[in-house]
């Protein structure tokens, strides 16, 4: 009974959690899929881009990716939709910042920087974690993926890519 208390407990808590945002600005891209957020109370969340996968720093097109995903957000505010954490203790998030061009005081904070970089095509969709993301966003990425496939964008100008979690079981 104890344990059915605790496990409900538990599930409750990361419901609770997974329903949490924060608000930002992004002080550090570690790579195509992975920044840094600081939050209004100076607290530092590792944030790895939910339902994206990016190519490695060492990989083709890895450099571009991390930069495409700098020139969007670092030194930006943010609001990250918490999902999370992964394996190694980041958090996953989607990410969410001002459009490139907007002008106004206070911009809307509505451009999904995962998105973006699969849009692209400098991240691949990934599908194995589809069941943690919305339907919705689950079905706009796999779109966005597709369509940057279809343009020969970033990665998929050459004949086949090699995915991230491919090329990280070899090296």
Partial sequence: MR???AAWLLLAACAVQAASSVHGK???????DTVTVLSAKNKRYKIRLQGVDAPELRQAFGRQSKKALSDLVFGQPVRVQLQGKDRYGRWLGKVLVAEPGCRAAHCPLTLDAGHAQITRGLAWWYRAYAKEQSVVDAATYA??????????????????PTPPWVWRRKH
């Fill in 3 to 5: 344990l059915a208390v």
């Fill in 26 to 32: 992004v002080v550090g891209v570690a790579d195509g």
């Fill in 143 to 160: 779109h966005a993926e597709k369509q940057a496939r279809a343009y020969r964008l970033g990665l998929w100008q050459t004949k086949k």
